[in-house]
């Protein structure tokens, strides 16, 4: 009996060293799931029509301008200070434009990353619970010291493939 005993508490650390760790690295993925790319085309095409309508916008207060600058001489003072201020709005209004369109493609950008980013951690449990691994660690952000990939498996190709890649 007690050898029995001796040989399972002899067996045990042992058992510590059929612990899995992987690794894989989301600057390898992220960049090339369909979900990423179609994003990165949608925020692409947003910030081109946010700056079509600034430039729209932009001409329109330039040529206004100009016409301004070319009456102004012959405009009685009321006339003058109402055209100046109309000109200070169109301006103003171009500014809070900017400001909103920015914040409005960071909301988006920040949606869509939520949701790969949300793809990615899906397919990382399923790749872990499938394959029994304790830890899975990202090696992109390289807040990671040390990744012995002798002791650890590299679980990219298998992420990849639930992402469906």
Do not use: C, W
Request: net charge negative; aromatic share 6%.
């Amino acid at each position: 009996m007690k050898k029995i005993l001796f040989a399972i508490l002899m067996m045990a650390p042992l058992s510590l060293f059929a612990q899995k760790f992987a690794h894989f690295n989301s600057a390898d993925i992220i960049p090339n799931m369909k979900e990423y790319v179609a994003a990165q085309t949608e925020i692409e095409t947003l910030g081109k029509q946010y700056k079509e309508d600034l430039d729209r916008m932009q001409a329109e207060l330039q040529k206004k301008s100009e016409e301004f600058q070319k009456e102004e001489a012959n405009l009685l003072d009321n006339v003058k200070q109402r055209r100046q201020q109309e000109l200070q709005d169109l301006y103003n209004r171009i500014l809070q434009t900017n400001q909103d369109n920015q914040q409005s493609l960071e909301k988006v950008q920040a949606e869509k990353l939520q949701a790969i980013q949300q793809l990615v951690m899906e397919a990382i449990k399923k790749v872990g619970e499938a394959g029994g691994y304790i830890y899975i660690v990202d090696t992109s952000n390289g807040l990671i010291p040390f990744v012995n990939p002798a002791m650890s498996t590299d679980v990219s190709a298998e992420i990849k493939k639930a992402l469906g890649m």
